[in-house]
């Protein structure tokens, strides 16, 4: 079974119901009824529906190029893997540098068994220059913003940090800390004004093995196709509301399932949850489960009814 996003966040899911509701349901159909597929699990059926929250069928080229890049980077890999681009991050072109990124994504799928999920590690450089020998203040760009404020109190100076080379950082607190306590270090040596220095870090992006299937699939959208998110996502999920309720309610199954695939940084950071509680909640209560596949993560956004 060659993998897609369908079948990715079916897993996710059945792998999710498995560990939090002991319910061992398989894929018995798919499609079914109009919808991505029917489950079971000896006792009871499950209509599922799978939506993406968003889509970019107007950039070709990129869904083109993407496109290529899974065919190259599946030649002779054993089993399926879905690789997660955060928001905001870009394939590689042509060049020295997909080839650095092909090599890294292989290496790092091969050491992954099946079911688990692993850290691309790609090194990318964050900027850091000072702008004046007055005042205590970080003025952050990019993937450490959210550490302008901690930062700030430990400098002496005014500093531009432009790390927007940084779309995902690792998971491990630890890590993220060390990180900042060397940006803050390195501040701290930069005695003249104006002056630079470039640090080299990563840029972390998720990768997973899936248990079942074949080939290799890359998750994600352009930069460009990112743009006013919030409202984009409040308007598709609205969408995927009205249509996909009631034909999940009309299914002949016992259960209704809808996943939403996204692409957020992390399953921390979405905003279909928020989105929805500004929804008409009939909607959405008559579905058994509404869940969000993110990062290689299978989230519940509203709680099972029963």
């Known amino acids: 079974m060659a993998i897609d996003e369908q079948n990715l966040c079916l897993e996710l899911f059945l792998d ?16 079914f009824d109009g919808l991505s597929a029917r489950c079971g699990d000896g006792r009871q059926t499950l209509a599922v529906e799978v ?8 950039y070709e080229v990129w869904g083109a190029y993407r496109r290529k890049l899974e065919g190259e980077i599946a030649v002779d890999l054993p089993g399926a893997f879905a690789l997660w681009v955060p928001p905001g991050a870009d394939l590689p072109g042509e060049g020295a540098a997909v080839e650095d990124f092909r090599r ?69 607190e630890e890590e993220r800390t060390a990180l900042v306590d060397r940006v803050v270090q390195e501040a701290g040596r930069l005695a ?5 220095v470039h640090l080299e870090v990563e840029d972390v992006w998720t990768i997973q093995r899936l248990r079942q299937g074949q080939g290799f699939l890359i998750v994600g959208l352009p930069p460009q196709a990112l743009a006013d998110i919030g409202i984009a996502v409040r308007r598709n999920l609205r969408r995927i509301l009205i249509e996909a309720g009631p034909r999940l309610l009309a299914a002949q199954a016992d ?8 692409v957020y940084d992390s399953a921390d950071e979405e905003n279909v949850s928020t989105s929805l509680r500004g929804f008409d909640p009939s909607l959405y209560t008559s579905l058994d489960f509404v869940c969000l596949a993110t990062d290689g993560r299978l989230k519940p956004i509203t709680e099972p009814k029963r």
């Open 104 to 172: 890294r994504v292989r290496e790092t799928a091969l050491a992954l068994q099946p079911g688990e999920r692993g850290s691309l590690r790609l090194p990318v450089e964050v900027r850091l220059r000072k702008t004046d020998t007055e005042g205590g203040l970080m003025s952050v760009a990019g993937g450490l913003s959210r550490y302008w404020a901690g930062m700030s109190e430990r400098v002496r100076g005014t500093f531009d940090l432009d790390a927007s080379a940084i779309h995902r950082l690792p998971e491990s």
């Open 16 to 31: 999710w119901l498995a560990a939090t509701r002991a319910s061992q349901f398989h894929i018995e159909q798919r499609p």
């Open 255 to 262: 259960l209704r399932a809808l996943l939403i695939l996204g």
């Open 51 to 58: 939506r993406p929250l968003l889509s970019a069928p107007e």
């Open 192 to 196: 003249e004004l104006r002056q630079r």
